[in-house]
């Protein structure tokens, strides 16, 4: 048996989006947490984190973001838009009765918090932010448009296994094949023909490949103000990343003098957060957020 359930809801322009849903373990009255996922990613990254979390007293909500997992494609590459996306996001919070929540962004769940930070403030009581901010290292976005989007197929797992061990093995150097194996069973899927097949849409890369998604923009910028100003905010990075390198990191960190902060040694873009250093970090973080 899963230790969560499956949960399906409606997008505003009517698309079945899908999250997992992981009860608290211990009764408790302590605020949900919805973690996102990375661009090319699903709920499934969190299928080690969220069962922590859920021993902690809390309820867990892993998204499945369009486009991605067992959530719809989008009918319009217009749609895979950080906007659209924070719009789903409260979509899923107003059809489970979720009022407030702290969001665990990773990669883009990052950026879609900060958007949510715009979009609907009120819903967010604490933050999150997994190795992103308004401002990312044009290095890292070119490394990640150079595989994003190109529809890998594959014919075994051991196939699948080191496509992901090629595209991520800078980041996580001291990976070993049976991390890389888990890494392969949530990313790839079996389909209709018999072949194993990324979990996501091509066409998510769009905005990427095509420059639209900047490495700052002002509107970036503003809404990591919104959402830093008033509520606690923990900033998690890998130490050898290429998309938020010091650079990015110390600006955050000027504009939010009260931004929390840790770093994962030997991990670069973008830490799995279950890590001691990230754990320890989140577990401090999350105590002072009832």
Request: glycine content about 6%; hydrophobic content about 40%; proline content about 4%.
């Amino acid at each position: 048996m899963s230790d969560y359930k499956d949960v399906y809801f409606t997008s505003k322009d009517g698309l079945r989006l899908y999250a997992r849903d992981y009860a608290a373990t211990l009764p408790s009255s302590k605020l949900p947490i919805i973690c996102i996922h990375g661009l090319t990613r699903n709920s499934a990254d969190f299928n080690e984190l969220a069962p922590l979390l859920a021993q902690q007293g809390r309820r867990v909500i892993a998204v499945d973001v369009r486009g991605r997992g067992r959530s719809q494609h989008a009918q319009q590459v217009a749609h895979y838009h950080p906007w659209v996306y924070a719009n789903d996001i409260v979509s899923l919070a107003d059809q489970l009765g979720i009022k407030r929540a702290v969001f665990i962004g990773t990669s883009m769940g990052g950026l879609i918090t900060m958007t949510l930070a715009l979009r609907k403030s009120k819903l967010i009581a604490a933050a999150v932010l997994n190795d992103v901010g308004p401002k990312l290292s044009q290095k890292g976005l070119d490394r990640i448009a150079g595989y994003a989007g190109d529809g890998m197929h594959c014919a075994n797992w051991e196939q699948a296994r080191e496509y992901i061990k090629r595209i991520n093995r800078s980041a996580f150097p001291n990976n070993t094949d049976a991390e890389w194996d888990k890494w392969a069973q949530r990313a790839f899927a079996e389909n209709a023909q018999g072949e194993l097949e990324l979990q996501y849409d091509p066409l998510i890369a769009t905005p990427l490949k095509t420059g639209k998604l900047k490495a700052t923009s002002w509107l970036g910028r503003w809404a990591f103000k919104r959402l830093s100003r008033s509520r606690p905010c923990l900033l998690v990075r890998g130490s050898i990343s290429d998309l938020l390198e010091d650079e990015q990191a110390n600006y955050m960190k000027q504009v939010c003098p009260q931004l929390q902060y840790v770093e994962v040694p030997q991990i670069g873009h973008a830490p799995m957060l279950t890590e001691p250093e990230a754990q320890q970090a989140l577990q401090n973080f999350l105590q002072q957020v009832e």
